[in-house]
Every structure is written in structure tokens, then in C-alpha cells.
């Protein structure tokens, strides 16, 4: 007899803010909702190569929320592990991870064989996650749908994408099984964020899983584009660069709409801006194509793809590194682990007279949280490398609501979840949030543990071990 119990499983996004996974059981269906790579500390990023806790062939269906590779990013491993179904996600989402997935794939690859040549990995020899072509190869389980459309799963089990804000193609997942609702919020936007639109007001869920990533935080109340320009005028007067880790997704395109903006206006200096990330530059692109899912106008669109120069070859990015002038860089990864951000990061963090300057948040474990925390030198290949240059960041360019702006998306439901579920955040972040939500709006919130299991029948929720 067909089970009428749903239960969720948390894979990922427990006690961190990577790696997200969540696995549904429902009507006979097994759904998995994101599939998501694990960064930082290494404990955790040991678990990317671990056997998955669910066997891949025995999962109907992923669902991606958006498609940072925290969210999307163990997708080709998934399936080269046997994952044969559709992977739904939002039109946006489908072209994200056509850039995203293989350029992966081809870092993965490529670090592999710089640590080999230079001797510097403890495996001999190095190996990728997975490569190009798995990336590639996975790309055509991608069943892109649009928002507010209600796609059935069988088994009684059907979904719904609504936007999150956060990035192009961010959604919240809507699952339905029975009359029981779950909620998987993604990574939630902001309200008023100057270039992607605010997430969608939801009224009501059963169940909630809710992003904590800023749950102990609130973004400072001043205009990042005058603390940008503070940044960049000082490191300029000092005959420094400005050397920026960024996310190639939402990051890079925001400082380009920022930087665009303050040349206009005339409030920095006239410097060579390069955006060191084909990537990104890539994404840049798709802001034309999908005008209804930001605020900028078509000129401002326009605007931002052109504000900086782009690094499209690796000898170019190399030439970056022997320059002397002032100038801007901007290059992928945001919390730099990896991609040609490294290579900068060595040429230019020993030099006093610049600045490297980060834009979001910095997961426990990587060089970004390093460096934020004051270290003298991170390791960079294998080698130690010197930070003399002024450290700084920009928080309120976070694509994450804070705790307040949470709170305030939160009551707009008409009715409370009869539980909600705190996940991608870290322990303290976490579990302020599961405070003030339990405080502030007296509903009944935890914070689930890693593999931890959850069913919902009736209106209670059970733990399984």
C-alpha cells in the first residue's frame, strides 16, 4: 500500500551554507530538491567525493532552485553516477548552468593538471570532480519551466516555481503531495535590491525550509556605491588596483552596474576596469535577454555589459599580472577558491598598496574567510602567499536578505507553517534566526542535522534517525 507519509531528508545546507540537497520521499516519487557542491572547510568538501547518501539511479527528479554551484554544482557527478531523470528548474536557471556547469568542470580540470605539473597536490596524481564533458553531458537532463507553472511528478507529487529575487532565475520551490505543502525558499533575495526584483510574496506552506545565511546579521543602512568608490579612490591615490573576488552569478554583474554608475557620475577615478571571468561575462549577456527578472532599464543594461573590459584569453589575464598601473579587477570565485582570481591574489596581495575587496559571504574554511579574519598569508597552489594589501569588504552587495528582511517576508504568510527548517546557514547564523523567528512570530522553528530525516503526516512532524 502506497505510503501517504512525505518526508524530507537533509543532504546538504546543514551547519554550513553549502552543498545544498534536499531529498523528498512522496507517493512512491523520490525528488531531490538542488544538487549542490560542498565548499570550505575540507571535511565538507571530502564529502563531494563521497558515495552520494542516495543512490542516483533511485532519484525520479531534481528540481534546482537557482544555479550557483552550491545549489547546481554536483549535478554532472549525479548523473555520472547514474542519475538518468529530467532536472527541472526556471529558464534562466537552464542558461546559467550551460555557463556555469562546464566552466566547472574545465576549472576542476584544469587545477588538476597544475597541481600535477607542479607537484604540489598529496594525490598523485590529482584528479578533477568531474570534467568538461561530464559537465556537458549532463547538461540534457535540464527541463527548463516558467514561474507560477505547475509541473506533476506522479505519484500526486507536483511542483511550482516562484521567484526569489537573489540572482536571474532564482526561484522557491512549491512542493505539493496530498494537501501537504513544503516551501524550500532557495536563497531569498532582498527587497529593495538595486538590480534583481524583490521575491514573491508567499501566504501560506505547511512545511518551510528557510535559508538562514545572514541570521545574525543585519546589511549596513549606506549605499554600497559610495562605499565602492571610497575603495577604489583611496587604493588609486595610493597607486595601488583593486583586486575583487566575485561571483561570477549576481556578484560581477552588480559591481558592473555599480562601477558604470560611478564613472558617470564621476565619483571615481577614470581607471581600466577588467573583468577577468569569460564566465561572467557570459551572464552579463542573459540580463539583456531576461529584462522582466531585474530593475535595470534596457540602457542601463546595456550600460553595465560595457563598463568593463573583458579578459577573454589566459595570456591576457597573465599580462594583468605584471601591470604596475591602477586598475580595477574583477574575477571569479567570490570567496577565492579557486579560478584565475588565484593567480592575482599572488601577484597582488603582497603589495600594500592595494586592496582586495570582497562582496558577499565568506564560508568557513576558504581563503575569503581567511583573509577577512585578518590572516597574513593564505596558501595559493601549494605556496604561501603574503597579504600586506588592505583587506576590505562590501556586505551590503550581499544577494541574501538579512535577518530583518527575512522577518519581514516572513509575515506576509496569512497563516504560519505548521514547522519551519533552517538550513544554509552556519551554526551561530542558524540558530539566531530559529531565535528570533521562535521570539518575534512564535512559530515552531529547528534546525535540522546533516542526513537527518523528517516526515509530516497529519500535522506532525517526526524525527527519524
Request: aromatic share 8%; with cysteine; glycine share 10%.
Amino acid at each position: 500500500m502506497e505510503s501517504r507519509q512525505l518526508s524530507i531528508q537533509f543532504l546538504g545546507a546543514t551547519g554550513t551554507v553549502t552543498g545544498s540537497k534536499y531529498l523528498i520521499r512522496a507517493g512512491g516519487k523520490r525528488v531531490l530538491i538542488d544538487c549542490g557542491l560542498f565548499e570550505g572547510l575540507k571535511q565538507l568538501r571530502l564529502r563531494n567525493w563521497d558515495a552520494p547518501p542516495v543512490d542516483p539511479r533511485e532519484v525520479d527528479a531534481v528540481v534546482l532552485t537557482h544555479a550557483h554551484l552550491d545549489h547546481s554544482g554536483y549535478l554532472p557527478l549525479f548523473v555520472k553516477r547514474g542519475f538518468g531523470g529530467p532536472v527541472f528548474c526556471s529558464h534562466a536557471t537552464e542558461d546559467i548552468c550551460r555557463i556555469l556547469l562546464p566552466d566547472s568542470g574545465y576549472l576542476q580540470e584544469e587545477e588538476a593538471e597544475y597541481a600535477n605539473r607542479h607537484g604540489y597536490s598529496k594525490h598523485a596524481p590529482a584528479l578533477p570532480l568531474y570534467t568538461l564533458r561530464d559537465a556537458e553531458r549532463c547538461l540534457g537532463s535540464l527541463r527548463p519551466v516558467g514561474y507560477r507553472d505547475t509541473t506533476d511528478l506522479g505519484g500526486g507529487v507536483r511542483f511550482t516555481l516562484l521567484s526569489a529575487g537573489h540572482i536571474l532565475g532564482a526561484a522557491m520551490i512549491l512542493l505539493e503531495y496530498r494537501g501537504t505543502s513544503v516551501l524550500f525558499s532557495g536563497d531569498l533575495g532582498r527587497p529593495a535590491d538595486p538590480v534583481i526584483v524583490a521575491p514573491a510574496a508567499v501566504e501560506h506552506a505547511d512545511y518551510l525550509v528557510l535559508e538562514s545565511t545572514y541570521g545574525d546579521r543585519l546589511h549596513e543602512a549606506v549605499d554600497p556605491g559610495t562605499q565602492l568608490a571610497a575603495v577604489i579612490n583611496r587604493t588609486v591615490a595610493h597607486g595601488g588596483s583593486v583586486i575583487v573576488p566575485a561571483f561570477a552569478v549576481g556578484r560581477a554583474q552588480q559591481l558592473l552596474y555599480y562601477i558604470h554608475r560611478l564613472k558617470e557620475e564621476q565619483a571615481i577615478r577614470d581607471v581600466p576596469v577588467f573583468l577577468n571571468s569569460p564566465m561572467a561575462a557570459d551572464v552579463t549577456q542573459l540580463y539583456r535577454k531576461y529584462q522582466g527578472e531585474h530593475r535595470l532599464t534596457p540602457a542601463e543594461c546595456a550600460a553595465m555589459c560595457t563598463a568593463a573590459h573583458i579578459v577573454n584569453t589566459v595570456e591576457e589575464s597573465k599580462q594583468l599580472n605584471t601591470r604596475t598601473f591602477p586598475m580595477v579587477i574583477v574575477s571569479a570565485s567570490g570567496m577565492a577558491t579557486g579560478g584565475r582570481i588565484l593567480h592575482h591574489l599572488r601577484a597582488f596581495a603582497p603589495d600594500p598598496r592595494n586592496t582586495i575587496l570582497f562582496t558577499g559571504f565568506q564560508a568557513a574554511g576558504t581563503r575569503g574567510a581567511a583573509m577577512m579574519a585578518g590572516a597574513t598569508e593564505v596558501k595559493i597552489h601549494g605556496q604561501y602567499v603574503a597579504v600586506r594589501a588592505r583587506v576590505e569588504s562590501l556586505p551590503n552587495l550581499s544577494a541574501h536578505a538579512d535577518y530583518s528582511e527575512t522577518l519581514g517576508w516572513l509575515r506576509g504568510f496569512k497563516r504560519p507553517p505548521r514547522q519551519v527548517f533552517l538550513t544554509h546557514g552556519e551554526p551561530v547564523a542558524a540558530d539566531a534566526l530559529r531565535h528570533r523567528i521562535e521570539e518575534q512570530l512564535r512559530w515552531p522553528c529547528r534546525v535540522p542535522d546533516y542526513l537527518e530525516t523528517l516526515r509530516a503526516a497529519g500535522g506532525v512532524t517526526s524525527t527519524v534517525a
